[in-house]
Protein backbone atom coordinates (compact mmCIF):
# COMPACT_ATOMS: atom_id res chain seq x y z
CA UNK A 1 0.00 0.00 0.00
CA UNK A 2 1.46 3.14 -0.91
CA UNK A 3 0.18 7.01 0.68
CA UNK A 4 -2.24 7.48 -2.30
CA UNK A 5 -4.38 4.33 -1.37
CA UNK A 6 -5.32 5.82 2.32
CA UNK A 7 -8.47 6.45 3.02
CA UNK A 8 -8.93 9.08 6.17
CA UNK A 9 -11.71 10.87 7.07
CA UNK A 10 -13.50 12.71 9.80
CA UNK A 11 -16.59 12.59 8.68
CA UNK A 12 -17.06 9.46 6.39
CA UNK A 13 -16.70 5.83 7.71
CA UNK A 14 -15.56 4.45 4.54
CA UNK A 15 -14.87 5.18 0.43
CA UNK A 16 -18.54 3.55 -0.13
CA UNK A 17 -20.23 5.98 2.27
CA UNK A 18 -18.24 8.99 0.61
CA UNK A 19 -19.30 7.75 -2.38
CA UNK A 20 -22.76 7.67 -1.80
CA UNK A 21 -22.40 11.27 -0.32
CA UNK A 22 -21.12 12.08 -3.41
CA UNK A 23 -23.82 10.58 -5.15
CA UNK A 24 -26.54 12.36 -3.44
CA UNK A 25 -24.70 15.39 -4.45
CA UNK A 26 -25.09 14.72 -8.10
CA UNK A 27 -28.31 13.55 -8.28
CA UNK A 28 -29.44 16.85 -6.50
CA UNK A 29 -27.54 18.31 -9.88
CA UNK A 30 -29.49 15.73 -11.82
CA UNK A 31 -32.55 17.01 -10.59
CA UNK A 32 -31.93 20.60 -11.25
CA UNK A 33 -31.43 22.21 -7.94
CA UNK A 34 -27.58 23.27 -7.83
CA UNK A 35 -27.97 25.23 -5.59
CA UNK A 36 -28.83 22.39 -2.76
CA UNK A 37 -26.37 20.35 -3.85
CA UNK A 38 -23.23 24.01 -3.23
CA UNK A 39 -25.12 24.29 0.00
CA UNK A 40 -24.54 20.39 0.63
CA UNK A 41 -20.89 20.84 0.29
CA UNK A 42 -20.59 24.44 2.02
CA UNK A 43 -22.18 22.44 5.15
CA UNK A 44 -19.81 19.48 4.96
CA UNK A 45 -16.80 22.05 4.51
CA UNK A 46 -17.38 24.59 7.52
CA UNK A 47 -17.29 21.54 9.69
CA UNK A 48 -13.96 21.21 9.27
CA UNK A 49 -11.79 22.91 11.67
CA UNK A 50 -14.59 25.20 12.44
CA UNK A 51 -14.20 26.71 8.65
CA UNK A 52 -10.88 27.57 8.85
CA UNK A 53 -9.64 24.90 6.07
CA UNK A 54 -7.86 26.89 4.04
CA UNK A 55 -10.21 24.82 1.12
CA UNK A 56 -13.46 25.58 2.90
CA UNK A 57 -12.61 29.29 3.37
CA UNK A 58 -11.54 29.91 -0.27
CA UNK A 59 -15.01 27.80 -0.95
CA UNK A 60 -16.93 30.41 0.93
CA UNK A 61 -14.60 33.04 -0.67
CA UNK A 62 -16.17 31.80 -4.50
CA UNK A 63 -19.97 32.70 -5.03
CA UNK A 64 -21.01 31.98 -8.07
CA UNK A 65 -21.02 35.86 -9.13
CA UNK A 66 -17.35 35.70 -8.96
CA UNK A 67 -17.16 33.15 -11.76
CA UNK A 68 -16.92 33.81 -15.30
CA UNK A 69 -16.80 32.21 -18.09
CA UNK A 70 -14.91 33.12 -21.32
CA UNK A 71 -15.39 32.38 -25.35
CA UNK A 72 -18.98 32.10 -24.93
CA UNK A 73 -19.58 34.65 -28.15
CA UNK A 74 -17.92 32.36 -30.06
CA UNK A 75 -20.27 29.61 -29.85
CA UNK A 76 -22.56 31.06 -32.69
CA UNK A 77 -19.79 30.88 -34.87
CA UNK A 78 -18.47 27.31 -33.67
CA UNK A 79 -22.51 25.88 -34.35
CA UNK A 80 -22.15 27.32 -37.75
CA UNK A 81 -19.09 25.44 -38.59
CA UNK A 82 -20.33 22.01 -36.90
CA UNK A 83 -23.56 22.11 -38.50
CA UNK A 84 -25.05 19.50 -41.08
CA UNK A 85 -27.35 19.81 -42.72
CA UNK A 86 -30.30 18.26 -41.10
CA UNK A 87 -28.17 17.68 -38.27
CA UNK A 88 -27.71 21.11 -36.62
CA UNK A 89 -26.02 21.07 -32.93
CA UNK A 90 -28.88 20.12 -30.57
CA UNK A 91 -26.65 19.97 -26.95
CA UNK A 92 -22.80 20.77 -25.52
CA UNK A 93 -20.98 19.39 -22.60
CA UNK A 94 -18.76 21.56 -20.97
CA UNK A 95 -16.55 19.30 -19.04
CA UNK A 96 -13.99 19.83 -16.60
CA UNK A 97 -10.65 18.11 -17.73
CA UNK A 98 -8.32 16.56 -15.05
CA UNK A 99 -4.55 17.63 -16.13
CA UNK A 100 -2.34 14.74 -16.74
CA UNK A 101 0.14 15.43 -14.00
CA UNK A 102 -0.33 17.29 -10.85
CA UNK A 103 0.84 20.90 -11.54
CA UNK A 104 3.73 22.15 -9.38
CA UNK A 105 2.77 25.33 -8.07
CA UNK A 106 4.17 28.96 -10.20
CA UNK A 107 6.74 31.38 -8.72
CA UNK A 108 4.89 34.03 -9.68
CA UNK A 109 0.98 33.10 -9.39
CA UNK A 110 1.69 30.07 -6.61
CA UNK A 111 -0.42 27.70 -6.52
CA UNK A 112 -3.48 29.65 -8.88
CA UNK A 113 -4.87 27.34 -11.51
CA UNK A 114 -7.90 27.27 -13.26
CA UNK A 115 -9.70 24.36 -14.37
CA UNK A 116 -9.05 23.38 -18.02
CA UNK A 117 -12.20 23.24 -19.61
CA UNK A 118 -13.45 21.21 -23.08
CA UNK A 119 -16.95 21.32 -24.74
CA UNK A 120 -18.13 18.73 -26.61
CA UNK A 121 -21.08 19.41 -29.15
CA UNK A 122 -23.40 17.14 -29.89
CA UNK A 123 -26.24 16.26 -32.71
CA UNK A 124 -29.49 14.50 -32.52
CA UNK A 125 -27.55 11.40 -34.05
CA UNK A 126 -25.49 11.16 -30.87
CA UNK A 127 -29.11 11.08 -28.93
CA UNK A 128 -32.44 12.87 -29.05
CA UNK A 129 -31.34 16.19 -27.33
CA UNK A 130 -33.79 17.74 -29.35
CA UNK A 131 -36.73 16.63 -27.86
CA UNK A 132 -35.52 15.83 -24.73
CA UNK A 133 -36.84 16.47 -21.23
CA UNK A 134 -34.33 16.47 -18.42
CA UNK A 135 -35.48 13.31 -16.94
CA UNK A 136 -34.89 11.65 -20.61
CA UNK A 137 -31.64 13.02 -20.28
CA UNK A 138 -30.96 12.04 -17.14
CA UNK A 139 -32.20 8.58 -17.44
CA UNK A 140 -29.17 8.16 -20.57
CA UNK A 141 -26.50 8.55 -18.53
CA UNK A 142 -24.50 5.14 -17.67
CA UNK A 143 -22.67 3.57 -15.44
CA UNK A 144 -19.61 6.38 -16.06
CA UNK A 145 -21.25 8.47 -18.67
CA UNK A 146 -24.00 9.43 -20.97
CA UNK A 147 -25.06 7.31 -23.94
CA UNK A 148 -23.78 10.00 -26.07
CA UNK A 149 -20.53 10.37 -24.36
CA UNK A 150 -18.27 9.16 -27.59
CA UNK A 151 -20.63 10.64 -29.99
CA UNK A 152 -19.70 14.18 -30.09
CA UNK A 153 -19.03 15.71 -33.70
CA UNK A 154 -16.29 18.04 -32.59
CA UNK A 155 -14.52 18.71 -29.59
CA UNK A 156 -12.90 21.82 -28.43
CA UNK A 157 -11.29 24.38 -25.63
CA UNK A 158 -14.42 27.44 -27.15
CA UNK A 159 -15.05 28.03 -23.20
CA UNK A 160 -12.86 28.48 -19.80
CA UNK A 161 -13.89 29.29 -16.90
CA UNK A 162 -12.47 31.98 -14.70
CA UNK A 163 -12.65 32.65 -11.02
CA UNK A 164 -12.27 29.38 -9.68
CA UNK A 165 -8.48 29.02 -10.08
CA UNK A 166 -7.92 30.49 -5.97
CA UNK A 167 -10.13 27.60 -4.73
CA UNK A 168 -8.98 24.89 -7.66
CA UNK A 169 -5.23 25.86 -7.79
CA UNK A 170 -5.78 25.04 -3.52
CA UNK A 171 -7.38 21.81 -4.19
CA UNK A 172 -4.47 20.88 -6.60
CA UNK A 173 -1.87 21.89 -4.06
CA UNK A 174 -3.76 19.45 -1.17
CA UNK A 175 -3.65 17.31 -4.35
CA UNK A 176 -0.14 17.13 -4.91
CA UNK A 177 0.71 16.94 -0.92
CA UNK A 178 -1.38 13.81 -0.47
CA UNK A 179 0.84 12.32 -3.66
CA UNK A 180 3.71 13.03 -1.64
CA UNK A 181 2.50 11.69 1.95
CA UNK A 182 2.31 14.74 3.34
CA UNK A 183 -0.99 14.89 4.11
CA UNK A 184 -1.38 13.79 8.21
CA UNK A 185 -4.80 15.71 9.23
CA UNK A 186 -7.77 13.29 8.57
CA UNK A 187 -9.65 17.01 7.47
CA UNK A 188 -7.44 17.18 4.58
CA UNK A 189 -8.78 14.30 2.87
CA UNK A 190 -11.91 15.33 3.45
CA UNK A 191 -11.27 18.95 2.33
CA UNK A 192 -9.32 17.47 -0.88
CA UNK A 193 -12.35 15.35 -1.69
CA UNK A 194 -15.08 17.79 -1.10
CA UNK A 195 -13.04 20.52 -2.68
CA UNK A 196 -13.10 18.73 -6.13
CA UNK A 197 -16.82 18.16 -5.73
CA UNK A 198 -17.40 22.09 -5.04
CA UNK A 199 -15.60 22.96 -7.57
CA UNK A 200 -17.26 20.79 -10.35
CA UNK A 201 -21.06 22.21 -8.46
CA UNK A 202 -19.71 25.89 -8.86
CA UNK A 203 -18.94 25.57 -12.59
CA UNK A 204 -21.88 24.12 -12.82
CA UNK A 205 -23.94 26.78 -11.36
CA UNK A 206 -22.10 28.74 -13.54
CA UNK A 207 -22.72 27.53 -16.42
CA UNK A 208 -26.40 27.49 -15.59
CA UNK A 209 -26.16 31.30 -14.37
CA UNK A 210 -25.17 32.56 -17.58
CA UNK A 211 -27.49 30.46 -20.44
CA UNK A 212 -30.20 32.15 -17.65
CA UNK A 213 -28.62 35.74 -17.39
CA UNK A 214 -26.71 36.09 -20.98
CA UNK A 215 -28.58 33.58 -23.50
CA UNK A 216 -27.24 31.04 -25.90
CA UNK A 217 -27.45 31.47 -29.73
CA UNK A 218 -30.34 29.01 -30.19
CA UNK A 219 -32.04 26.93 -27.33
CA UNK A 220 -30.09 23.67 -26.87
CA UNK A 221 -29.04 21.25 -23.92
CA UNK A 222 -26.50 22.26 -22.17
CA UNK A 223 -24.53 19.51 -19.74
CA UNK A 224 -22.07 19.77 -17.27
CA UNK A 225 -19.24 17.03 -17.07
CA UNK A 226 -16.12 15.85 -16.40
CA UNK A 227 -12.91 14.42 -18.41
CA UNK A 228 -11.60 12.19 -15.92
CA UNK A 229 -12.01 14.81 -13.14
CA UNK A 230 -12.86 13.86 -9.72
CA UNK A 231 -15.71 13.29 -8.78
CA UNK A 232 -16.88 12.63 -12.23
CA UNK A 233 -20.13 14.37 -11.76
CA UNK A 234 -22.13 15.21 -15.11
CA UNK A 235 -25.32 16.65 -14.91
CA UNK A 236 -27.53 18.97 -17.65
CA UNK A 237 -27.35 22.29 -16.37
CA UNK A 238 -30.00 23.38 -18.72
CA UNK A 239 -32.78 21.12 -21.11
CA UNK A 240 -33.73 22.99 -24.45
CA UNK A 241 -37.67 22.80 -23.17
CA UNK A 242 -36.39 24.81 -19.87
CA UNK A 243 -34.49 26.94 -22.19
CA UNK A 244 -37.61 27.80 -23.87
CA UNK A 245 -39.16 28.77 -20.72
CA UNK A 246 -36.65 31.46 -19.92
CA UNK A 247 -37.07 33.21 -23.43
CA UNK A 248 -40.71 33.28 -23.41
CA UNK A 249 -42.76 36.13 -22.41
CA UNK A 250 -44.73 35.32 -19.22
CA UNK A 251 -47.99 37.40 -20.88
CA UNK A 252 -48.28 36.86 -24.35
CA UNK A 253 -45.78 33.62 -24.78
CA UNK A 254 -43.42 35.62 -27.72
CA UNK A 255 -39.82 34.43 -27.99
CA UNK A 256 -37.60 37.56 -26.56
CA UNK A 257 -35.18 37.78 -29.18
CA UNK A 258 -32.24 39.47 -27.64
CA UNK A 259 -31.60 36.27 -26.05
CA UNK A 260 -30.38 34.94 -29.23
CA UNK A 261 -28.24 37.30 -29.79
CA UNK A 262 -24.19 37.20 -29.85
CA UNK A 263 -22.34 37.55 -26.45
CA UNK A 264 -19.60 38.99 -25.16
CA UNK A 265 -18.55 38.65 -21.77
CA UNK A 266 -15.25 40.29 -20.89
CA UNK A 267 -12.61 37.76 -18.90
CA UNK A 268 -11.05 38.17 -15.98
CA UNK A 269 -7.36 38.85 -15.12
CA UNK A 270 -5.13 35.23 -15.51
CA UNK A 271 -3.93 35.97 -11.59
CA UNK A 272 -7.72 37.02 -10.33
CA UNK A 273 -7.67 35.11 -7.31
CA UNK A 274 -11.76 35.93 -5.09
CA UNK A 275 -10.18 34.33 -1.91
CA UNK A 276 -7.43 37.07 -1.44
CA UNK A 277 -9.77 39.57 -0.58
CA UNK A 278 -11.02 37.34 2.47
CA UNK A 279 -7.79 36.25 4.39
CA UNK A 280 -6.78 36.85 7.64
CA UNK A 281 -4.22 36.94 10.19
CA UNK A 282 -5.34 33.47 10.67
CA UNK A 283 -5.39 31.95 7.52
CA UNK A 284 -3.20 29.07 6.87
CA UNK A 285 -2.29 28.84 3.48
CA UNK A 286 -1.66 25.84 1.34
CA UNK A 287 2.47 26.51 1.02
CA UNK A 288 2.80 26.98 4.71
CA UNK A 289 0.53 24.22 5.95
CA UNK A 290 2.80 21.85 3.55
CA UNK A 291 6.00 23.84 5.16
CA UNK A 292 4.53 22.86 8.49
CA UNK A 293 4.05 19.37 8.13
CA UNK A 294 7.24 18.48 6.00
CA UNK A 295 9.28 19.99 9.44
CA UNK A 296 7.28 17.87 11.53
CA UNK A 297 7.61 14.76 9.79
CA UNK A 298 10.15 12.55 8.97
CA UNK A 299 11.58 12.80 5.40
CA UNK A 300 10.97 9.66 3.58
CA UNK A 301 13.64 7.64 1.86
CA UNK A 302 14.80 8.20 -1.31
CA UNK A 303 13.09 5.05 -3.76
CA UNK A 304 15.87 2.52 -4.91
CA UNK A 305 16.59 3.41 -8.68
CA UNK A 306 15.56 0.27 -9.69
CA UNK A 307 12.21 0.35 -8.18
CA UNK A 308 9.33 2.05 -10.69
CA UNK A 309 8.23 5.16 -8.99
CA UNK A 310 4.20 4.88 -7.85
CA UNK A 311 1.54 5.98 -10.25
CA UNK A 312 0.91 9.54 -10.43
CA UNK A 313 -1.74 11.62 -11.88
CA UNK A 314 -5.11 13.56 -10.41
CA UNK A 315 -7.23 10.15 -11.51
CA UNK A 316 -4.99 7.88 -9.59
CA UNK A 317 -6.49 7.70 -5.84
CA UNK A 318 -9.99 9.24 -6.87
CA UNK A 319 -10.16 6.88 -9.80
CA UNK A 320 -10.41 4.28 -7.32
CA UNK A 321 -13.91 6.14 -5.53
CA UNK A 322 -15.62 6.19 -8.72
CA UNK A 323 -18.97 4.62 -8.20
CA UNK A 324 -21.19 2.81 -10.25
CA UNK A 325 -23.92 5.73 -10.94
CA UNK A 326 -27.97 4.47 -11.81
Do not use: C
Amino acid sequence: MTVADIFASEIFESHEELDQFLGNVESLMRQGQPDVAAGLLEAQLLDLQDGRHPIAKLAQATPVSAVRLIGWENLDTAFAMIDKPEHPVTAISIDISAPMSIPEPDKEKGSYREPDLETLFFTDTAFHFGRASREEIVGGYGSRAGVWRGAFEEAGSDIQVRGLGGLYGEVLLFERMRHEGMLTDAADFDALALGHAFVAVRLHQAVKSVVEGRGIPRPISVLVGSNESYPFFDAPAITRDEYYDIIEDGEDGEVEESKFASLSLAPRPDDYDPGSLFYDDNHVSGTSLRRRIREASPQAEEPANDVAPAASGISGFFGRLRRNRA
